[in-house]
Each structure stands twice: as C-alpha cells, then as structure tokens.
T-cell receptor, first 111, second 114 residues
Framework: GQQVMQIPQYQHVQEGEDFTTYCNSS?????IQWYKQRPGGHPVFLIQLVKSGEVKKQKRLTFQFGEAKKNSSLHITATQTTDVGTYFCAENTGTASKLTFGTGTRLQVTL | NAGVMQNPRHLVRRRGQEARLRCSPM?????VYWYRQLPEEGLKFMVYLQKENIIDESGMPKERFSAEFPKEGPSILRIQQVVRGDSAAYFC????????????FGEGSRLTVL
C-alpha cells in the first residue's frame, strides 16, 4: 500500500538552531498537508501544498513541495521551545479529505 | 465557534467491556473521520462517515469495531469486548466538504484497557 515516510524520526536541537523534516512518498501526491501535534495534544493543521515546486512560508516555517510531487519538507529557522512537538505530513488518498499520515518527526528543543 | 468536541477525554475499561467514544463535528461540518494513534506512533485512518452513511471503513478492524453518524446527534465509535491492544488515543476530525482540504481535529479520547 501507499507509504509516507518521514525522516528523521526524532531530532533534538538547541534553541536557535534550525530544523528540517522530510516527507517522502512512493507515489506522486495530489497534494500534501502538514500538521503539528504538541505532546499530549491533538494534530493541528499548518498548511496544504498543491502545486509542483510550491514553497510557502509562515513566519519561521518554510514548506516545500518537490518538483515531482513525491516529497515535501518543513524547515524551521531559529527554533524556539514552543516548536516542540511532532510534525506530520499527510497526503490525500483521493477520498474527500481522508488523509494518510506520515510516520512523524518528533522535535525536542532545549535551552 | 466550538471546535470538534470529543468525549470522554479519558476512558478506562477492563478487558471484555465495551467502549463508546463520541464526536460532535464543528458546526456546519458533515464529514467525520476517526483516527487511532498508538503510543509514540502516527495516526492511522479508521473510518470516514457522512450523515447516516459510512463512506470508507477500510481502516476499521473487521471485528468488534463499528462506527455511526446518525442524522441527529454525535458520531459514535464503538469498540466491543475491548482488549489491551485497543489502548490508544482515538481522534475524531471533521471537514465541511467532500473536497480535499484541512481536517479539524478534536482533542481525542484516550482509552486505557486494564
């Protein structure tokens, strides 16, 4: 079946360092979404990417969709402790908003 | 506006008992999705419902699990004869259309089976 792999599984950074998580699919994606889940919390939508090569920015977060629409990345510049959580990419599988979530990258930020 | 409401937030059951988890979607949303998250793992799709209809239940275990979304009232995820392996967080999400787009998640129901 369709698999969405994320790397790394876990990353620990010092506050102020940058962070990147990568999402790779075995098939071409129609679109991709990113969610953040704080420890003990629920997933919260961050962004949706639709177009090949698309780049979107939200303050310190930069999201990119690969040219072949098979991969995506989320980059955080100058991390803060509020960035702690697990970041999931998610792809639509064609049935309305049904999403297949990636394996997630857990980010830990220390002072 | 109230978001997606799930209850109970925490539920403890002994093996063999039944668990019922409820989800009220956001106002105006008629599409409901249930996901399961095992500790330290990602979210696995279980079922997608619209009012009175199950659209996609490809992620539901074949036995003991059922879901409904009646014309009136919340969506219900029912787990019969629970086993320890059912211990997980169950998240409900809703959307306002059949088009691909953002899902709004509830805070989840955390089931512990003793």
């Amino acid at each position: 079946g369709q698999q969405v792999m994320q790397i790394p599984q876990y990353q620990h950074v010092q506050e102020g360092e940058d962070f990147t998580t990568y999402c790779n699919s075995s098939t071409t994606l129609s679109n991709i979404q990113w969610y953040k889940q704080r420890p003990g919390g629920h997933p919260v939508f961050l962004i949706q990417l639709v177009k090949s090569g698309e780049v979107k920015k939200q303050k310190r977060l930069t999201f990119q969709f690969g040219e072949a629409k098979k991969n995506s990345s989320l980059h955080i510049t100058a991390t803060q402790t509020t960035d702690v959580g697990t970041y999931f990419c998610a792809e639509n599988t064609g049935t309305a908003s049904k999403l297949t979530f990636g394996t997630g990258t857990r980010l830990q930020v220390t002072l | 506006n109230a978001g997606v409401m799930q209850n109970p937030r925490h539920l403890v059951r002994r093996r063999g008992q039944e668990a019922r988890l409820r989800c009220s979607p956001m106002k105006g949303h008629s599409h409901v999705y249930w996901y399961r998250q095992l500790p330290e793992e990602g979210l696995k799709f279980m079922v997608y419902l619209q009012k009175e209809n199950i659209i996609d239940e490809s992620g539901m275990p074949k036995e003991r699990f059922s879901a409904e979304f009646p014309k009136e009232g919340p969506s219900i995820l029912r787990i019969q004869q629970v086993v320890r392996g059912d211990s997980a967080a169950y998240f409900c999400a809703s959307s306002n259309s059949a088009a691909t787009g953002e899902l709004f998640f509830g805070e989840g129901s955390r089931l512990t089976v003793l």
